[in-house]
């Protein structure tokens, strides 16, 4: 089966653009399993955030799917295109990564110049 990931890209200050990736897909897999082929296969400089992977404990997944807020991990892929966009009320980074951690949880704080 094939899936086509429409997905909201860009940094912040920038105008954002949708880019599409198809990917083959087996049944049971997830949105976070499709962006990880499409990052390793297509586009290495594709930005999201993960790190349980599948696991559903550390909450970094959560983006807009076809408008909604899910997991990716959780999200099971299907046939056809599938809109990705980053939360829309989070500090935008890059892609689909915001910046989701409340400021004093950053180990990383910019200096002040
Ligand atoms: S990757 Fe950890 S909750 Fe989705």
Known sequence: MKATLAIKR???????????????????????DALRMARRDLDPTLAFRFACINANACKECMMLI???VEYACKAKLREGETALAPLPKKA??????TEIA??????FRPTKS
């Open 10 to 32: 860009g940094a912040a200050g920038e105008t954002p653009r949708v880019e599409k990736f198809e990917v083959e897909f087996e049944s049971g897999q997830s949105v976070l």
């Open 92 to 97: 935008l980074l890059r892609d689909l990564a």
């Open 66 to 68: 076809d408008g909604e």
């Open 102 to 107: 409340p400021p004093e949880e950053r180990l």
